[in-house]
Structure formats: C-alpha cells, structure tokens
C-alpha cells in the first residue's frame, strides 16, 4: 500500500517485547523498563494476525526486535508462524547476540534469513561499559554461531559514539577483511534522557574520513550506503539517520509490543490494534499507513525524538 506522499510501504517491524537482557547507555534507562501487565502486551495470535493483515496490505518483509526479541520466550515460534504468512518473503531479526549460543539453529530453522547483531566495541571492559551489564565474549560467541548456523546474511550494528568507539572504526571496519558479514555504522540518535550528550555524536562522515580507501558499492535497497575496503569479504554499511535522513524513501511501519503501530520512528502518532478484530486492524493499519509523516523534522541535541518512548520501547 501507498501512504499518502506515494511510498510503497513494504516493511514491517515488529517489536515482541520491551524487555532486554541488558542495558545500553544509548537506548534505555539503568532501571530497565516498568514492566507492563500482560494483558496490555500483544499476545503471539495477535502479532499474526497483524503480519497476515499487513501482507494483505502489501508488506513483504519483516523484521523481529526488541528490547531484545531472544528473551522472549515463544520467539521461534513467532517467527515460524510469521514467516509462513502468505506474502511475506524475509523474515530478519535484530539482537544483541547474547542468547544466539542455543538459539541461532531453531530461529534459522523456522523461517529467518538474515540476522543484525549489535556490538558497539571489541573491547570487553567498554562492552559492559556500554551494556551496563554484557560479556563481550558471549556476544562474541553468538556472533560464532549467526556465522555457524548458515543465515544468508548476517550484519553487525555499531552505533557510533564519541569518546567512546570513535578510536574503534578501524578495527571494527576491519572485521570485514576476516569474515564475510557487513558492518554498519549508525549515528545515534538522541533518544533517551539521561542517555549521551550532543558532544558524544559523531556523524559517519567521520568513518569516511578515517577509512579514505573505502570503495563506494552498489546500493541493495536498504538504508545503509555501501562501501568495502579493498579485498574485504564483506561490506562497511553507513546509516545516518541525522545527519542524512532517508525520509523521502522510507518504506517501514512499525509495531510495538503493547500493539501501538507507528508510521514513523520519532513521531509521537501511534494507532493502537491491541484488542481489535481482523477488519478492524486492517482498517487502523491503512490510516497509519496513510498518514505516515513526510519527515521526521530535524533531530539533533535541539530538537530530540518525539518518539516518546525509548528505543527499546520501539526497536530501533
Ligand atoms: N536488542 C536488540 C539489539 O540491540 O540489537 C534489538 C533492539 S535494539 C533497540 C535495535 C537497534 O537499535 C540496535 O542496533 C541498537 O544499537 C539501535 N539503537 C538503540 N538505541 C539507539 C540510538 N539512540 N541511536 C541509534 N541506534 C540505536
Ligand atoms: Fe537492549 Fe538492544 Fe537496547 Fe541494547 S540496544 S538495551 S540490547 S534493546
């Protein structure tokens, strides 16, 4: 379906719970969430329900996040049953890797095809740092078996921070010289309060200017500009979300746990499905869809999200 400026909106993201197994500085707050009552969360039927009415709609990919989808405890069951919904091509999932050890095998067996692993550092004590409460070498063993299992792609998601991974962009770059996955930088957006400062941004030009042999590659579609180094197995991705928004070609909407579906990532406009019927929902996914927003207005250290929620709350 088309909203209302002619973008073909094709791609649903689907948060399945707010909860995460840690904490990143950047996302949520060192409390963690205030644990809504389960009767406010989508259950698992209605989170199909709302794929098969999206795909009626014309949506052909999903992706699976959080807070951190592993820990939700039926998640392979929802995304076998998404990725058996008629129309729905891809089914990906983000994570922070943490539980992939015993759960890679089941989820690429039940239909996903690609995941996106965060890690923001190669640096174990910054990694709980950042994390507030991770082991780098579980991450890192997580990122072994996305690699072990045989998913089509797996990509990493750095998001970069002044005066504290900024020293990193070689070498994370460099991971793509020894394994054949992507690594994407992404400009922080200024999301939680209490979170980084506007002195802790750094726009991905930065990467350009320390990585001067980055070679340009073809665009596949996605949000990230491409670049590889020279002889690299896989590619060096760039999403600046503030610096260079992609607005005018943003094909997603979004759900998030407690059924609030949002045209745009940081506008406050959400339209809640929870608790309606088939052609209820439909009818509430064509308004949000045709009232998505043009743009999402400017965003920096001025003028923050409008969001209203953290990322965890969204999925990033
Ligand atoms: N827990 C999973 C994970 O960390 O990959 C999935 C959910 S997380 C909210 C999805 C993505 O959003 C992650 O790659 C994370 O780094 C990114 N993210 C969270 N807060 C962000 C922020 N303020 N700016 C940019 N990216 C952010
Ligand atoms: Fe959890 Fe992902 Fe947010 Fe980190 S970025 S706190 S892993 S939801």
Known sequence: ??????????????????????????CMPEEGVCKK???????????????????SLGITKLRITGGEPLVKKNIVSICRRAAAVEGIQEVCLTTNGILLPELAAPLKEAGVKRLNISLDTLDAEKY?????MGSLSQAAEGIRAAMDAGFEKVKLNTVL???????????????TLRYPIDLRFI????????????????????????????????????VAKLYRLPGALGRVGLISPVNAHFCAACNRIRLTADGKLKPCLHS??????????????????EQAIYNKPAWHGELNAQNPSHAGRNMNQIGG
């Open 1 to 26: 379906m088309t909203d209302r400026f002619g973008r073909n909106i094709s791609y649903l993201r689907i948060s399945v719970t707010e909860l995460c197994n840690l904490r990143c500085r950047y």
């Open 37 to 55: 009552r389960h009767e406010e969360m989508l259950r698992e039927d209605e989170m199909i329900q709302a794929v098969e009415v999206a795909a």
């Open 268 to 285: 406050a406009a959400e339209y809640s499905i929870k608790g309606l019927n088939r052609e209820e929902m439909r009818s509430v996914m």
């Open 161 to 175: 921070i002044g005066g504290f991974n900024e020293d990193e962009i070689v070498p994370l770059a460099e991971l």
């Open 187 to 222: 400009e922080m957006m200024p999301m939680v309060e209490g979170g980084f400062g506007p002195e802790a941004f750094i726009p991905n030009t930065r990467v350009l200017e320390v990585l001067p042999e980055l070679e340009e590659q073809p665009a596949d579609g996605g």
């Open 128 to 132: 709980a740092y950042i994390t507030r």
